[in-house]
């Protein structure tokens, strides 16, 4: 078995090398290991150490076979009230933790939750439009209503935004998405208003 030069640092004595992978796997900083799709794949764990002279050595596993299978698509618990199309996790509200995201799905024990640097999200950080979910490859990105900043609210800064797109100022994919308060597939004048009522009240509760 030949090593590929793919090593994770999960502390300064402690590495994770993914020896063949081929994407099957994931090494987090915190040393879990998440599969992304269905293979084989197989990693050593490398630990450096002391003798009581002082000189360094490195001990490695055995290399550790992981075999990940199908375990379904995403799939939405019922109730929700979101949609899942096209990639895209829409209607979802603010204020939402990762945690809380995760177990709306049936798969939840698979599900992983990311930023849109595709950094692992714990589980009390803010759900924001652009936040992604991951079961073994499969990805969703998700919008939230009225967040056109990405920051997980819906406040007046969302507006302002909404308001220069009204008067020509282009948006992103997921920026008119998240600015589609009615969800109706469309942004028009309801949703302006929608928003205006939407983002006052929340920046009130924010001073």
Same mark, same amino acid.
């Given at each position: 078995?030949?090593?590929?030069?793919? #090593?994770?640092?999960?502390? %300064?004595?402690? @590495?994770?090398?993914?020896?063949?992978?081929?994407?099957?796997?994931?090494?987090?900083?915190?040393? !879990?290991?998440?599969?992304?799709?269905? *293979?084989?794949?197989? +990693?050593?764990?490398?630990? =450096?150490?002391?003798?009581?002279?002082?000189?360094?050595?490195?001990?490695?596993? @055995?290399?550790?076979?992981?075999?990940?299978?199908?375990?379904?698509?995403?799939?939405?618990?019922? *109730?929700?009230?979101?949609?899942?199309? %096209?990639?895209?996790?829409?209607?979802?509200?603010?204020?939402?933790?990762?945690? %809380?995201?995760?177990?709306?799905?049936?798969?939840?024990?698979?599900? =992983?939750?990311?930023?849109?640097? #595709?950094? +692992?999200?714990?589980?009390?950080?803010?759900?924001?439009?652009?936040?992604?979910?991951?079961?073994?490859?499969?990805?969703?990105?998700?919008?939230?209503? *009225?967040?056109?900043?990405?920051?997980?609210?819906?406040?007046?800064?969302?507006?302002?935004?909404?308001?220069?797109?009204?008067?020509?100022?282009?948006?992103?994919?997921? @920026?008119?998405?998240?600015?589609?308060?009615? *969800?109706?597939?469309?942004?028009? !004048?309801?949703?302006?208003?929608?928003?205006?009522?939407?983002?006052?009240?929340?920046? %009130?509760?924010?001073?």
């Amino acid at each position: 078995m030949s090593i590929i030069p793919e #090593e994770k640092s999960i502390t %300064d004595d402690v @590495q994770i090398i993914l020896l063949d992978n081929d994407g099957v796997i994931r090494v987090e900083t915190n040393g !879990s290991v998440w599969g992304l799709k269905e *293979g084989t794949a197989s +990693f050593m764990v490398a630990y =450096q150490t002391k003798l009581p002279s002082g000189q360094s050595y490195t001990l490695y596993t @055995q290399p550790i076979v992981v075999e990940v299978g199908n375990f379904g698509t995403l799939s939405l618990l019922e *109730g929700t009230g979101w949609q899942m199309k %096209d990639g895209l996790l829409t209607r979802v509200g603010t204020r939402l933790k990762a945690s %809380d995201l995760a177990f709306s799905f049936v798969n939840v024990r698979y599900v =992983q939750i990311y930023d849109k640097n #595709e950094e +692992f999200l714990p589980s009390d950080a803010p759900v924001c439009t652009g936040t992604l979910v991951s079961l073994f490859g499969e990805i969703t990105t998700v919008v939230v209503k *009225g967040d056109l900043n990405g920051d997980g609210v819906c406040n007046a800064i969302d507006y302002i935004l909404l308001k220069r797109y009204t008067a020509g100022n282009e948006l992103e994919k997921l @920026q008119i998405a998240a600015a589609d308060m009615n *969800g109706d597939g469309q942004v028009r !004048s309801a949703d302006y208003i929608l928003m205006k009522r939407y983002a006052l009240a929340n920046t %009130d509760a924010e001073n």
